[in-house]
């Protein structure tokens, strides 16, 4: 996973990146409302982090992080690379 420059997301993401390296589950997926919407939900294990995920089109996803610390959600987009 490249780690942006934004240094104050830097060790947030070294966690996830951490994490993604495992032969055992660290998170599982639910169907969670958010903002008033049903949606896809990675729930962290070990992290206070919800993502929560929406299909643009068959391609795209945009993904909604809410990190406990952090009072505005980070927003980021997933494409599937054909």
Do not use: H, W
Not at 27 to 32: K, N, T, W
Not at 34 to 44: H, L, W
Not at 51 to 75: A, C, H
């Amino acid at each position: 996973m490249p780690i942006p420059k934004n240094n104050s997301l830097k060790p947030l993401l070294i966690s996830i990146n951490s994490l993604l390296k495992t032969d055992k589950s660290q998170a599982r997926l639910r169907m969670m409302e958010y903002r008033e919407k049903v949606t896809a939900t990675m729930i962290y294990d070990y992290l206070p982090i919800n993502d929560s995920f929406r299909k643009v089109d068959e391609n795209t996803v945009l993904g909604i992080m809410d990190y406990k610390n952090i009072p505005q959600p980070f927003f980021f987009i997933l494409k599937r690379c054909l």
